[in-house]
Every structure is written in structure tokens, then in C-alpha cells.
């Protein structure tokens, strides 16, 4: 294996975009091409990783550890790796910033300064995945925050302006609480070793905080009020009612390929900052509070179907239904089960696939009937068949239709809350009963959204429609195969992830 990895493929959207600072930008198909060559590079790295990544082994691989800079009170680190958590998001990252790129290729105006910031995004959302310092972890968090932002600002809808001051302050102030409370993860820890031994390093807080020699310091009090802390800076990330508010305008008024990143990894990175350092380094908390989670997971999935099934925007449609499937991962979480806990992860990178196919295929349509209004199409099917199957064929992916990824997700997670312990949710069969109704009013709304655009009667004014472009194929047959693949073969992914799940699990004897 290539010697430091992981920095390597960090480095590789960071050089890219320096490389395309150079570029004039009147070469707008340089600027392109260079662009989407970078990110295939960075795949291409990511999945030799996959490759090298040994699925027999517990903890870190890949570790990275340089001292950045020591004040004798205060340490931070230079600390990456990866284990069966991170390994799938981080290739998920790849494939969709790649594929997003493909999606790209009809922004028109200021197309460097479009393409800098994809890549300096791609930079900070594969940084979240590796981090193992929290220091570093928010310094990765924040960089996405300030190319989704432009990204939103500058080739946005009409109301761009709006949606993204929305994005910037809810999740400016997901990312300040989060700040917050790594400080003071911080102080406590050194506390706890008598300021001997400071770190800001999720894998040294997380024996810190398990050893019961501290408890003196480390009080229940303590250790509660850090875990909701935290789980309120990743609620809004993912997001979670109520915070969930900024998401449909941010989606959209969203480009395209903005709107298949924040689907299909932004969003991720509020469920794995929960797992990686919610339960990684507060577990017996996140127990405590598992009714707490079971039950805002279920208000998302009910709520947020729910207002789902009453949008008359595609896109927005399409948008709640980003919410309700985050609801899953919370229901898988909250049942503290090996069952459980791997549908929670198989939905994060399963809706990483299926939500950046929806969002690309919505994308498309507009891109040819200028509208999105469901109630103005009808019959597509006629005019783009090529089109309507794909966008078909993400529907009843999301619907998790057996044979798709959808379907392993959600059937694993509902295996896990209807046998979690009653000691962690007593009512965690009620849970999942309330929790299956939102699965029937996906099927719900989203059958009715494909028959309303896709069947029916052809409005004459869409005759004659342009059927899918060659370069089109790519997002589609990529994006829709992998959800393919998952849901024939999900060894290939529960073989990563298990031994991760089962060591996590055994920190709160699950």
C-alpha cells in the first residue's frame, strides 16, 4: 500500500483546484475536464483503498498521526484513518462528487470559480471521514460549509439568496455548537488526566471517557449534557425536526449537482459525526438517551413523509423525502442492536446513491420541460422513456423495492428497533410499527409523483422532448447500479462494516 494514503487523497481536489486557479477562464472545457479528471483520480485512489482495506481486522487502518502544534495546554494533531464506519462514506464521496461533476457540465456562467469550489467541497467532506482529531474534524466541517454556501449563492435558483443565508446560519450554528462542545470535551479530558496529557483525539477522549477512574470528574451530569450537545450539532447536519427547516430551500434553489452533494453526502456527515464521537466516545449516553433518538427518528420519518406527500415541487418533494429517510438511520442508532446499527449505515450510503439519482434525474426533466410543478407534466414517458424509467427506477429504489439498496437499509434497521432491549427503548415495538406506517406513505407519495409525470397523457407542448444525452448515462447507470449492487450482493458492504459495529456495540454491552 501506498505510504500516507489517505493525505495523498486528500491533497488530490486541493492540487487539482490550484491547478485550475492557473487556467484561464475563458477555457471553459479545460477548466471542465480538468475538473472531472481530478475527481476521478481521487476515485480511483479511493477505491484502491477499498481495495486494500482489510475487512478482518478491528480499529483504525490507514493511521496517520503528526504533531501539528503543542502550547503544553493545548495539543492538536494531525490524526487520520479509517475503519469499516468511515471506509464506505468515503468512496460514497467520491463516486457521487465524481458523478455530480458529470451533472455539471451545463453551468454556463463563472465555470472556474464553479469547479474550485466542487473540489475544495470534495476536500472537506472526505477530511470529516479520516479525522480522527475533533479539532481537525471541525476544521474539514466548516470547509464544506463555505463552497456549499457560494455553491448555492452564486448558481442558484431564484430565491438562491435566501437558501443559502438559510444553509449558512443553521448549519453555522451546528458547526458552533459543535465547536462548542469539543472545547469543552477537551477541558473535561484533560481534567480527568489532571492536564497531564491533552488531546483533542476522538480515539484517546473515547478511553478517557471510559475509564472509571474518572467518573469524579466525568460525571453523569457532564457526560449527558456533552452527548446532547453533540447530538443537537448532528441533528441539524442530517437533519432533524425541528431543525430540518433550512434542507427543502437549500435543495431547491440548489444547481444540480449542489443538490446531489447535499443529498447524497452533506447529510451524512451529521449521522456519522453521531456515531464516529456521539457513540464512539459517549456510548453509555447514547443509550440513556435511545427513546429520545427512537423518537425523533420516527417524527422524522412520519413528518417529513408526510409533508412529502402534499408538495406540488418535484424537487421539493423529493427534498422531504431526503428527511424522512434520515429518520431510519436515527431508528437504526436508537435500537443499540448489530442489526440495527448496520441498517443505520447502510441507509447512509444506500440514500447517498438513491437521493443524488432522484435529485439528478429531477435535474434532467426540468432541464427540458422548465418545470417542476407535478400538477404541468404528465406522459413523460412518451416523449424521454429513457428518462422516466431511470427516474422510475430511483423511485422505486427509494421506496426500498426488494433488489435494491433501499430495501436491505430499511429492513435491517426495522430488525433492529423491533429487537432492541427493552432496557435501552422500552416501546421500541411501538416504535417500529408507527415507524412502518411512514414506509407506506413513501410508497405513497412517490407512486403517486411517477404517475402524475410519468404516465397519464403527454401535454403536447412536451412532444418531442431530447431523450437522454450520451454523458447522462454516466450518473444514471453508476448511481442506479451501486443501489443495484447493494441490494443483490450486500456483503460487499456489510463485510466492511461489521466488525466496526459489533466493536462499537460492545463499548455499551451491546
Known amino acids: 500500500m501506498i505510504p500516507n494514503i489517505l493525505t495523498i487523497l486528500l491533497m488530490i481536489p486541493l492540487a487539482g483546484a490550484v491547478l485550475i486557479l492557473t487556467i484561464p477562464k475563458e477555457n471553459k472545457n479545460v477548466i471542465r475536464s480538468l475538473a472531472i479528471g481530478t475527481s476521478i483520480v481521487a476515485l480511483i485512489v479511493s477505491i484502491v483503498v477499498w481495495g486494500a482495506f482489510d475487512r478482518s481486522i478491528t480499529g483504525l487502518q490507514f493511521a496517520q498521526l503528526v504533531p501539528w502544534f503543542d502550547l503544553g495546554y493545548l495539543t492538536i494533531n494531525y490524526e487520520i484513518g479509517i475503519d469499516g464506519l468511515s471506509m464506505p462514506l468515503l468512496l460514497l464521496t467520491t463516486f457521487v462528487t465524481t458523478l455530480s461533476l458529470f451533472a455539471s457540465l451545463s453551468i454556463k456562467e463563472r465555470v472556474k470559480e464553479f469547479y474550485i469550489s466542487s473540489l475544495v467541497l470534495l476536500t472537506g467532506m472526505l477530511g470529516v471521514f479520516v479525522a480522527l482529531d475533533m479539532f481537525l474534524f471541525f476544521l474539514f466541517f466548516e470547509l464544506t460549509l463555505i463552497p456549499m454556501f457560494f455553491i448555492i449563492g452564486i448558481w442558484g435558483g431564484k430565491a438562491k439568496d435566501y437558501a443559502a443565508f438559510k444553509f449558512l446560519v ?3 450554528l451546528g458547526s458552533g455548537i459543535m465547536f462548542i462542545t469539543f472545547i469543552a470535551m477537551y477541558y473535561f479530558g484533560a481534567k480527568a488526566m489532571y ?38 450539532a448532528f441533528a441539524i447536519k442530517l437533519p432533524v425536526f425541528p431543525f430540518h427547516t433550512w434542507l427543502p430551500n437549500a435543495h431547491v434553489e440548489a444547481p444540480t449537482a449542489a443538490s446531489m452533494i447535499l443529498a447524497g453526502i452533506l447529510l451524512k456527515m451529521g449521522g456519522y459525526g453521531l456515531i464516529r464521537i456521539g457513540i464512539g466516545i459517549l456510548p453509555d449516553q447514547a443509550a440513556r438517551f435511545a427513546t429520545l433518538i427512537a423518537v425523533l427518528g420516527v417524527v422524522n420519518i412520519i413528518y417529513g413523509a408526510l409533508l412529502a406527500l402534499v408538495q406540488t415541487d418535484l424537487k421539493r418533494l423529493v427534498a422531504f423525502s431526503s428527511i424522512s429517510h434520515m429518520g431510519i438511520v436515527l431508528l437504526g442508532i436508537a435500537s443499540f442492536t448489530e442489526s440495527g446499527l448496520q441498517g443505520a449505515i447502510f441507509q447512509l450510503v444506500s440514500h447517498g446513491f438513491i437521493s443524488a439519482l432522484l435529485f439528478f434525474m429531477v435535474g434532467a426533466i426540468y432541464e427540458r420541460t422548465k418545470t417542476r410543478t407535478i400538477s404541468e407534466m404528465g406522459g413523460l414517458s412518451k416523449s424521454i422513456p429513457i428518462l422516466a424509467g431511470f427516474m422510475l427506477a430511483a423511485a422505486m429504489a427509494s421506496v426500498g423495492l426488494p433488489g435494491l439498496s433501499g430495501f436491505v437499509s430499511e429492513l ?56 437522454a444525452r450520451p454523458l447522462e448515462y454516466i450518473p444514471m447507470i453508476g448511481l442506479f447500479g451501486l443501489s443495484l449492487l447493494i441490494g443483490i450482493y450486500p456483503n460487499i458492504l456489510s463485510d466492511v462494516i461489521n466488525i466496526t459495529v459489533i466493536d462499537i456495540l460492545s463499548k455499551i454491552g451491546g
Open 412 to 467: 435491517l434497521a426495522f430488525i433492529g428497533i423491533f429487537g432492541a432491549s427493552a432496557e435501552i427503548i422500552p416501546a421500541a415495538k411501538a416504535f417500529g410499527v408507527i415507524a412502518g406506517l411512514g414506509i407506506i406513505l413513501t410508497a405513497a407519495y412517490l407512486l403517486w409523483a411517477m404517475q402524475r409525470t410519468t404516465f397519464g397523457q403527454l401535454d403536447e407542448k412536451f412532444s418531442g422532448l431530447p431523450d
Open 170 to 172: 443553521y448549519t453555522g
Open 195 to 232: 492536564f497531564q496529557d491533552t488531546s483533542f483525539s476522538i480515539v484517546q477522549l473515547a478511553e478517557v471517557f471510559a475509564n472509571p477512574a474518572n467518573e469524579n470528574v466525568l460525571t453523569s451530569a457532564v457526560r449527558g449534557g456533552l452527548f446532547l450537545a453533540l447530538f443537537v
